[in-house]
């Protein structure tokens, strides 16, 4: 190692930087971040600068570096471009042993500023030895991703119990057993979600009683997998699926999501074709009660957004009778997924003031929709399952006063390889649609924003390398129902 990482209490201790750019400004924020008292020494300055001036963040100097300036001073930072300068302040600094940083300049360092995770109290610290800070910089990039935002708050409740669980515990190797069990268990999944005082309670009684922790309870993690490029994934469903022992998924999640779950959590497919429920609705809502009594955490991944067309809260309706502790995850839903893959802004001052989702599948031949609703002006409609539906659908707006000349589109495996737009008029679409070869899952949209795509597709997935296996790919074999 050629530096030592450490971290440095500076709060109240005076600092100084010298420069005013923007550069500077950076610095001036991390250390008061950091809660330093900040000394800026410069001969010119970024207007932010006085802006913290005036309101007494910091104190400003206005004149050129001196040696004698970083007297008292707990670190030094020099962020000017004039490299004479930068030279003084190092040499000055390490005359006085003072930790000094020279912007983009190691050799004249005695300390780097590292890429930094915060997560306050948990600070996640990166450096290259001042190598190559880009690297640094993507590094950090990653563990964002990695690091559910509530860990500060997870490590505060940590914290406050500390003592308590010394006190409790005598040896080294319990403690650790004990904060490994917290820290990565239901009590963690709670602070996660928002329920820190529950989360405090129950590591309250297991410190009281650590051999008497109730049965492991099981949980459910109901997240919205979006619309098929796993790219859209969340933070928070992607966490939860590295963490399930077992998930029940349909055929609208795409296979590349379903692999991203924890290897070695059991896998159970539960269909759900139009028409064909490989295992019924109720079915499903059972599992996830068995599943959770056994102790076990149940990740039921469903396409899109669980809470729009998806069923999210049938399922999860037995869970709160249940008392089983679930989360509901939001997912890009198939309107935004689409629409924004296909370069169609759902609203737009000049074209659409609202936007309405509404379900298109026939019951029993029959398309039962408030018509009047629909066929308001400024509005765009966005229908989900509605492909077999969609001559009648067309035809009926149509009889209810919208104009034959409506742009409309029909988007088919929005945002995976074979994303395919047909774009057309309520007039035309329908025959557009038929004699295309159209795979599910498909997805409408009718308003005069359709007409923007013509200068805003963006999405084009190379048509000569289409997936070859579109069935399995997105699982479909026929237009999809809730
Ligand atoms: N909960 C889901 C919707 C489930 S209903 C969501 O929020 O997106 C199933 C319907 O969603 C399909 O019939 C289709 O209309 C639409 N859909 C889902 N994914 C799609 C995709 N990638 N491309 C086009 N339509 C999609």
Redesign the pocket.
């Known amino acids: 190692m050629n530096y030592l990482p450490v971290f440095l209490r500076i709060r109240n201790a005076p600092c100084l930087v010298v420069g005013g750019g923007a550069v500077a400004l950076r610095k001036v924020e991390l250390l008061l971040s950091a809660g330093a008292s900040v000394t800026v020494v410069s001969k010119s300055q970024d207007h932010r600068i006085l802006n913290l001036v005036q309101q007494d963040k910091i104190t400003y100097l206005k004149c050129g570096f001196s040696p004698e300036l970083i007297k008292g001073m707990h670190l030094v930072v020099a962020a000017t471009d004039d490299r004479t300068v930068n030279q003084q302040v190092s040499e000055a600094a390490m005359a006085h042993a003072i930790p000094v940083n020279v912007v983009d300049q190691p050799e004249l360092s005695s300390f780097i500023v590292p890429s930094i995770v915060d997560r306050s109290p948990v600070i996640v610290a990166i450096g290259t030895g001042g190598t190559a800070p880009i690297l640094a910089r993507l590094l950090k990039s990653r563990l964002e991703t990695l690091i559910p935002a509530a860990y500060g708050r997870l490590a505060r409740l940590a914290g406050g119990f500390r003592q308590q669980v010394k006190a409790k515990f005598d040896s080294i190797a319990e403690r650790r057993h004990f904060w490994e069990h917290v820290l990565q268990g239901p009590i963690a999944e709670l602070v996660f979600s928002g329920r820190d005082d529950e989360a405090r309670d129950a590591l309250e009684q297991l410190i009281e009683k650590p051999d008497h922790s109730p049965a492991v309870q099981g949980e459910v993690y109901l997240v ?1 997998a979006g ?2 490029d796993p790219d859209l994934l969340t933070f928070r469903a992607l966490r939860l699926m590295q963490q399930a022992d077992v998930v029940l998924y349909d055929r ?1 999640v795409a296979r590349e999501i379903v692999d991203l779950v924890r290897r070695d959590a059991d896998r159970i497919f539960v269909g759900k074709a139009r028409a064909k429920h490989t295992v019924p609705q109720t079915d499903i809502n059972r599992l996830l009660v068995e599943l959770a009594h056994q102790g076990k955490r149940v990740l039921r991944l ?5 809470f ?3 069923r999210g809260g049938e399922e999860i309706a037995d869970l709160v009778r249940e008392n089983i502790p679930f989360q509901v995850i939001p ?1 890009i ?3 935004s ?2 629409a924004a893959y296909a370069g169609i802004p759902l609203t737009h001052r000049d074209h659409a003031q609202s936007c309405v989702f509404v ?1 298109g ?1 026939l019951k029993d031949g029959q398309l039962d929709l408030n018509w009047s609703a629909l066929c308001q002006p400024d509005q765009t409609v966005v ?5 077999t539906g969609l001559e009648t659908l067309c035809s009926k707006m149509i009889r209810h006063g919208a104009d034959g000349d409506l742009p409309a589109a029909l ?6 390889r074979n ?1 395919k737009v047909i774009t057309g008029t309520l007039a035309t679409l329908p025959g557009a649609v038929s004699s295309g070869d159209i795979k ?5 949209v009718i308003g005069h924003v359709v007409s923007l795509r013509s200068g805003l597709a963006w999405y084009n997935p190379d048509d000569s390398s289409p997936d070859t296996d579109t069935e399995t790919t ?1 699982h479909a074999k026929s ?4």
């Open positions: 919205g619309p098929g609208l469903k396409g899109g957004d669980p729009i067309f998806g997912g839903t198939a309107a997924g689409c379900a599948h229908v989900y399952m509605s492909l988007i088919q495996q929005g945002t995976t994303q599910p899952p498909t997805l409408l997105l237009d999809f129902s809730r």
